[in-house]
């Protein structure tokens, strides 16, 4: 096998097409990567200005009420990672930036794909999708007529003669088709910490996350390669090993995961803008239950808190009632959020989960959610995000409320104001990125698909081994 595999890299270096091949996917890989370091650059660069931006009108605003500082709001940027250069993932489509105000869980807004033509929706040049579609195509072209060009000239029947086994035969080959790939697509995940200073400043996600990627994708590069040689080997001539190969190829990574997302979503509908936002205005004004108003819930707040303080009247608490109220309310109406936007999510997640299915059956669409997660441009991500946003804004809109509460009276929502050294004391948002075990546990099918699939395939391969013709 070590004399098959020697031989088969030579006959590589030596075939000017298959080279010449190599050649154009480095000048892609090398295109999209700088295309995309670019934006990922800008869109930092952006958002660092954004955040000094925002946080100088927030200190130098004038004093307000503390309920009306919490609606002059905060911006939370979404974080991008340096992986994000690989696979921009759903980052076009999610939204970059949300306000934060009281009362209300805004969307994210800003997508850049708003930006863009019509033909975003076919994809951006990126090298995820070079890796993911077209070096498969490389592995194709360059191994379709590994074993059966040898049975056509009748190379073959000599090697078998000689004692050469059919099973060392579809491995060598594959093998050094493998290598060759490996040595094409390595500089891109070499190449990303050198000129990435994004790479370096967050480390400890990205070499982790860099490395379990690059492994990922030789995964999938190494399950292709077996893939395409075995079929070389099963059938008569060249001409049906590339037909078969590239029938593979459309199917399993254009026909399949277009037809999962549109099963997927046909079986969990999201519901509409419109319906959703009314769905949860009329659960903040009528209860989560339907009998429970929100004037009959203030009355009973204002009954609790006169026995808590054991004063007969409102004048006589020692706190402001106004700040007690909003707070309450601020806290049912986050209950309704959490209820409906978690729902959404969850469909959200089921829809995903049938991608995550077709994984056992289809390796690319594996491949593609471990790339996305681990480049944190998936779905989950976002969604980790949205809460980690959010749980700032109840943090942010609390502090200020219990300003109002503690050091203000009834009656004085015109003429008290915050100190100016309250803005600096409000809490800053600090995103902590979903740790890489998290990522893995997410992407734990996929994984699994991929050993599992190398394995049965060479299982297989040596099974169909000794049943295969050699002329």
Known sequence: MRSIFRYELRRSFRDNKAMLLCLLIWLLLGLSFYINHVKVKQANTQVETALVLKKQQWL?????????????????????????????????????????????????????????????????????????????????FMSFGSIASDRENGTLKLLTAQGAKMYRLISGKAFAGFALITAVILPVFLLLPVVSSDFRNNAMQTFPRGALLCAAYLLYYLLLSIIVVWISALVKNAKSSLLVSLCCWICFIIIIPKAIANVSADANPLISNEAFQSKISNDIKKGIDGHNPDEKRREELIAATLKKYNVDSLPELPVNIEGIVMQTAEEYSSKVYDLHFGKVQQTLRNQNKWSSYAAIVNPYNAIRNISMGLALTDVNSHIYFQKSAEAYRREFVKFLNDDMTYHSKAGTFFTYKLEPGMYAKVPVFKYKYPSVPDTLRNSRIEFLSLFAAIIILLLLVRYTSHKISVS
């Not at 930036?97 to 805004?106: F, S, T």
């Open 60 to 140: 130098k605003q004038d004093p307000k009420h503390p309920h009306v500082a919490a609606h002059f709001g905060q911006f939370v940027f979404k974080p991008v990672l340096a992986l994000s250069q690989i696979d921009p993932g759903v980052n076009a489509f999610a939204g970059n930036y949300v306000y934060l105000e009281p009362h209300r869980q805004n969307d994210f807004v800003f997508t850049s794909a708003q930006e863009q033509n019509a033909s975003v929706r076919f994809g951006e040049l990126t090298p995820a999708l070079i890796l993911q579609m077209l070096v498969p195509l490389l592995i194709i």
